[in-house]
């Protein structure tokens, strides 16, 4: 007996102020970079896990770090995943191990140049195929991007479910530069450690600064953190104050020295000569591992951060100080701006050494005021240790993470929703919301389903808009071109065709509609027009090209043949477009990819289902063979590793030989599975195929990749579909269509097995 796709549950728990609620079950994929890697994203992400392993010990997190190539041993492989920098083939494996892992949330640490590619774009192909609702903390947001870096952000907006921010002006640009969403946005602050405050005096000797004053900037060094102006403010400090000591600590960036060796660190202390405090300057010349530099930030007085642009999104060292109660002197770029306000900090013009030394010089002037300064910092600071940046944190993650559902399968479904979409022409293509767009008119391919439908509603049904069957089968007649042997497609609202003869893909599905009345209309007037109108133009059908338009011929056909078994005319359609895909298959089929054509597209199960019609039909083993193996290599394919139903995704349509993308999901897809799960099924009795029936349509009521409610039973009406960060709000014809048309299927298979469902 068939069992309904189950629901995927999880227990709710919850703890103290470290420790928020949290069901067990989440499973974190964590993307950035990672220590032992030397970069200010790596100390970040790992003091990330770290927080949320202390918070949330029953979350499981799968960190997922890049490593530059030939360096992955160096990272322990008990926590992380290594993801080969400049590697394509790294970056999938890396999306096909979450998709495996069966990750319930996707967390980015971004950084342009973390990924490689034009603006970090290597990034992209992993997000493409991976499911899992996704969130991004930002690490820098760009005022003027260049071309590629809004290409990169706007990537990552369209897939992003949340994206986090440490600042308000990077919030602002996301909403006004790049059009984000504000409610996709999150401030978090820069997480922090939490130590006590005063222990300045006690760090002090560690580092040989006993009895010293000391004024302190940390990172990595590069061109752009502003250590010329420090350096020319220094002679102005020393006058005052001769004991000061100023101390540069972090290695020079690896890029930097990848293109000039040491040379810009050279011109530094060659600077501090010319201005003669190279006495009163100590360069630690190495990478800090997070303990060394919090304590190197506890032996400091002042910390100064010189930096020259403006835009600086986030400045982690920045924080840290703040977090440890220093005094901090700054230039106003962003971050600064804004955690140094309201006198929480000394902001000073950029590469204004003489303001910097000014500032500087009365804080060490008034031990007082020093003090006090550092209190309010330290204070501020408690908003941002890691505890509360993991609670902030863990809540996002839970209103982020998907909450499965199913529920059972309506008998019945409403007609309203697609009445909505019908006048006196016929039924039109799109939809705002649920409102028609008069804007793109019609085309024969809704059309032609939309007859198709009217021969599966009921009296009761047709008592609300049979009237409706002439007005198809009008648009259905009035679309045949004579002067062309082909179907036109588009028509304006104000009925004036668009085109003289549509593509063959539209042609094929018109036929198929056509075969469809012939066999099951209503009415036998209706079926006897059908019946002519096939004999008149499916004879196009022997010249079609389109795998696509071929397979709906066929089925066409195949309905036709169900009443007529030794028609000529589709007999030959049957046969010929047998031979077509069988021929494809095994022109195309190599291990791993057992399909008809090199890529992927839209109603793919269509050319299996219609290879087994073919086979039943004209009594072909090696047809029909042939079509169980590709439609199980596809459901295979179409089935997440969570058990639920994944359409191809139209972002992969056209893409040879490549597993699809995830995204964007549409409902026609629904239809075409169960209608071949169907033709499987009457084949060869076996029940899992009713099984990829069902998980198909329950995508219609949740159980797909953002866990929404696709259908509406009540007024039988479906959304255009599902992207990255939920549903499309339109009722497109095609979309209201399929779910009808899947509602119907679905129903029919299961009185054939005798399935009694809710």
Request: hydrophobic content about 45%.
């Amino acid at each position: 007996m068939y069992e309904a796709f189950p629901a995927l549950l999880a227990d709710d728990g919850q703890d103290g102020f470290a420790h928020p609620d949290v069901p067990h079950a989440v499973r974190l994929a964590l993307i950035g970079g990672f220590l032992p890697r030397r970069c200010g994203i790596a100390t970040f992400t790992t003091d990330v896990h770290a927080a949320l392993k202390a918070s949330a010990p029953d979350m499981t997190i799968d960190v997922y770090a890049m490593s530059p190539p030939a360096a992955e041993a160096e990272f322990d492989g008990t926590i992380c995943n290594t993801i080969t920098e400049g590697d394509p083939a790294a970056f999938l494996a890396a999306a096909a191990r979450i998709e495996a892992s069966g990750a319930d949330v996707i967390w980015l640490q971004h950084e342009f140049g973390l990924f490689g590619g034009p603006a970090g774009d290597m990034i992209l192909p992993l997000l493409d195929h991976v499911a899992a609702p996704l969130i991004v903390t930002l690490h820098t947001v760009l005022a003027k991007p260049d071309p590629d870096q809004m290409r990169v952000m706007t990537r990552l907006i369209a897939r992003a479910s949340k994206l986090v921010v440490m600042s308000d002006l990077s919030r602002n640009l996301l909403i006004s530069v790049y059009g984000a969403d504000a409610k996709q946005i999150a401030l978090i602050p820069h997480g922090v450690p939490d130590r006590p405050f005063g222990r300045s005096a006690e760090f002090k000797p560690r580092f040989g600064f006993a009895g010293r004053k000391v004024i302190l900037t940390f990172g990595l060094l590069s061109k752009g953190k502003g250590i010329e102006a420090m350096i020319r403010a220094l002679p102005q400090i020393v006058r005052r104050h001769p004991g000061i000591l100023y101390c540069v600590a972090g290695a020079t960036h690896p890029n930097l020295v990848a293109h000039e060796g040491e040379a810009y660190r050279h011109s530094l202390q060659a600077l501090a000569r010319e201005h003669g405090v190279d006495g009163h300057i100590r360069w630690i010349d190495s990478f800090l591992d997070t303990d060394e530099l919090l304590d190197l930030i506890e032996a400091a007085d002042i910390f100064v951060t010189p930096y020259i642009g403006a835009q600086q999104s986030t400045s982690g060292t920045l924080s840290y100080a703040m977090a440890l109660g220093k005094a901090i002197v700054s230039t106003p770029y962003a971050h600064a701006s804004e955690l140094l306000a309201d006198d929480h900090g000394r902001l000073v013009p950029f590469g204004d050494s003489d303001a910097m030394a000014s500032a500087i010089s009365l804080l060490l002037d008034d031990p007082e005021r020093l003090h006090s300064l550092q209190q309010r910092v330290y204070s501020r600071g408690r908003d941002m240790v890691w505890p509360r940046f993991a609670e902030h944190t863990i809540n996002l993650i839970e209103a982020t993470r998907l909450k499965p559902r199913s529920e059972p399968l309506a008998k019945r479904i409403g007609i309203s929703g697609f009445v909505r979409m019908c006048d006196n022409t016929g039924i039109l293509q799109h939809s705002i919301h649920g409102i028609p767009d008069r804007r793109h008119g019609y085309c024969v391919d809704d059309n032609a389903r939309a007859l198709m439908l009217m021969h599966r509603l009921d009296k009761p049904m047709l008592r609300q808009c049979g009237h409706l069957t002439n007005v198809f089968a009008s648009f259905v007649q009035h679309a045949w071109n004579r002067d062309t042997g082909e179907f036109r497609n588009f028509m304006g609202f104000g009925r004036n065709w668009l085109e003289d003869i549509g593509s063959e893909d539209s042609c094929g599905r018109t036929i198929w509609a056509i075969g469809i009345t012939a066999r099951h209309a209503h009415d036998q007037m209706m079926r006897r027009w059908a019946r002519e109108l096939f004999l008149e133009t499916a004879p196009s059908a022997l010249g079609f090209q389109s795998p696509r338009a071929i397979a709906f011929a066929m089925l066409g056909s195949a309905s036709l043949l169900a009443s007529e078994a030794d028609h000529a005319l589709p007999n030959a359609i049957l046969r010929q477009g047998a031979d077509r895909l069988t021929a494809l298959h095994d022109a195309i089929a190599r291990p791993g990819w057992n399909w008809f054509e090199d890529v992927l597209a839209y109603d793919n199960c269509r050319l299996p289902e219609a290879l087994l019609r073919a086979g039943v039909h004209l009594g072909d083993d090696g047809m029909i063979a042939c079509g169980l193996e590709t439609l199980s290599w596809l459901m295979d394919l179409q089935t997440a590793p969570q058990g639920h139903f994944r359409p191809v995704g139209s972002d992969s349509f056209g893409q040879r030989f490549a597993r699809p993308k995830v995204f964007d999901q549409q409902a026609v897809e629904i239809w075409a599975a169960i209608d071949a799960a169907a033709a499987a099924w009457e084949v060869t009795r076996d029940p899992n195929w009713l099984t990829h029936a069902r998980r198909a349509y329950d995508w219609f009521d949740g159980g797909n990749d953002r866990c929404v409610k696709v259908g509406d039973p009540h007024s039988g009406t479906s959304r255009d579909g599902i992207n990255p960060r939920g549903l499309n709000l339109n009722e497109g014809a095609e979309s209201v269509l399929s779910y009808q048309h899947a509602h119907y299927s679905l129903q029919a298979l299961m009185a054939k097995a005798g399935v009694h469902h809710p």
